[in-house]
């Protein structure tokens, strides 16, 4: 079955790195995405990887995708108080004409003065 | 802003009641998929649509059903209302079905 696990909080000192993991079941994903939702808000689409990529850079956010170990991360440089918000994991899959975002149950990112 | 719409952001009402959830996707845009958050069970896809037609199910009870219409806007039609049905729906569009999903702000559904 599909399933994508990420812990449920973190907490980092403002101006250290954020590093937030994920695991996924579906070896068949195509692309891993990262979304933000801060509160009261939607889901912003923060980067998303294909899966036959290791690494994607993008600005202050790098996500480094292990296909063997299926493990997803996405790293905060120089976390700010507006990074606080929380963070989804999730995988698409494509079978035939229907596709499909499965999420995570989201960590909570909490920056610490 | 996504470019996503939806209406009405918050809605109240009583168990065995009736709501309709408005979407309307990004310019262009032929894909609408409906979620719902809730605090138990996390983001969980409902069911997608693509051009008017249904495309993929997922977790959807079957007193919810959904449309997308001629003009690509798409209803999200929740009847006989339970108190569990409290929760955060979101509408996401994409191209054609495509990979990246930008999602509307939500409406927030409490059922009293």
């Known amino acids: 079955g599909e399933d994508v696990e990420q812990s449920l909080f973190l907490s980092v000192r403002e101006g250290d790195s954020s590093v937030i993991n994920c695991t996924y079941t579906?070896?068949?994903?195509?692309?891993l995405y990262w979304y933000k939702q801060e509160p009261g808000a939607g889901l912003q689409l923060l980067t998303y990887?294909?899966?036959?990529?290791d690494m994607k850079q993008d600005q202050r956010l790098t996500v480094l995708l292990n296909k063997k170990d299926k493990h997803l991360s996405l790293r905060i440089a120089d976390t700010q108080t507006g990074d606080s918000a929380i963070y989804f994991c999730?995988?698409?899959?494509?079978?035939?004409?229907?596709?499909?975002?499965?999420f995570g149950k989201g960590t909570r990112l909490h920056i610490l003065p | 802003d996504s470019g996503v719409t939806q209406t009405p952001k918050h809605l109240i009402t009583a168990t065995g009641q009736r709501v309709t959830l408005r979407c309307s996707p990004r310019?262009?845009?032929?894909?609408v998929y409906w979620y719902q958050q809730s605090l138990d069970q996390g983001l969980q896809f409902l069911i997608q649509?693509?051009?008017?037609?249904?495309?993929a199910k997922g977790n959807i009870l079957e007193r919810f059903s959904a449309q997308q219409f001629p003009d690509l806007h798409s209803e999200l039609n929740l009847s006989s209302l339970e108190l569990g049905d409290s929760a955060l729906y979101f509408c996401?569009?994409?191209?054609?079905?495509?990979?990246?999903?930008?999602f509307g702000p939500g409406t927030r559904l409490t059922v009293t």
């Open positions: 579906d070896s068949s994903s195509t692309y």
């Open positions: 990887i294909f899966s036959n990529m």
């Open positions: 999730a995988e698409y899959t494509k079978m035939n004409r229907d596709d499909k975002i499965i």
């Open positions: 996401a569009s994409s191209v054609e079905g495509g990979p990246e999903q930008y």
């Open positions: 649509y693509y051009n008017g037609e249904e495309r």
């Open positions: 310019s262009g845009d032929l894909s």
